[in-house]
C-alpha cells in the first residue's frame, strides 16, 4: 500500500491591522526651520512613530535622499484630545557644531498638520505604509 501525501497550501493574507492607512503624512513640505521644509510622517498609534525626508521632485511623494524615510531622532507623539489631536516632536539633525540639531513641534489636528514655532500649516493624507520612491529634488 502508498502511502498519501497530503499537501496544504497556505496563503498567507495581510491582517486587517496591516491594511489601515495608519500614517499621517504632509502632503506638501512643511517649514520647520530646516531649509526649503521636510516631509513628515506620523504613526498616531506609536509614541515615538515619527520619520521625516527631504523632498523630491515630486514634492512629498518622492524623496531626494537617503536609502529611505529617516525615523526621527527623540521623536515623542502624544494625543492631546480623544478628538483626533496629536503633539509630536522630534529632533532634525543638522551638519554644523554650532547648530547640531532642530528642534521641531508639532501638532496635528483637523486633517493639518502645524509647526508650533512659526504657525506654518500643511494638510496631511492617510498612508498605508512609509514606500516613499526616491526622486532629485527641485532646486
Aim: positive net charge; proline residues 8%.
Amino acid at each position: 500500500m502508498g502511502a498519501t501525501l497530503l499537501f496544504i497550501l497556505a496563503v498567507q493574507t495581510p491582517s486587517p491591522a496591516a491594511m489601515v492607512d495608519r500614517y499621517l503624512a504632509t502632503v506638501r513640505p512643511i517649514d520647520v526651520g530646516v531649509g526649503a521644509g521636510l516631509c513628515v510622517a506620523v504613526d498616531p498609534t506609536n509614541s515615538q512613530g515619527v520619520w521625516w525626508w527631504e523632498p523630491g521632485s515630486t514634492g512629498c511623494t518622492s524623496r531626494s535622499t537617503g536609502p529611505g524615510v529617516f525615523l526621527a531622532d527623540s521623536a515623542r507623539v502624544a494625543a492631546a484630545s480623544p478628538s483626533g489631536r496629536w503633539e509630536v516632536s522630534f529632533r532634525v539633525p543638522m551638519h554644523s557644531s554650532a547648530r547640531p540639531f532642530v528642534e521641531v513641534r508639532l501638532i496635528i489636528d483637523d486633517g493639518m498638520m502645524r509647526d508650533t514655532k512659526s504657525g506654518k500649516a500643511v494638510a496631511v493624507q492617510r498612508r498605508r505604509d512609509l514606500e516613499i520612491p526616491e526622486k532629485p529634488g527641485r532646486f
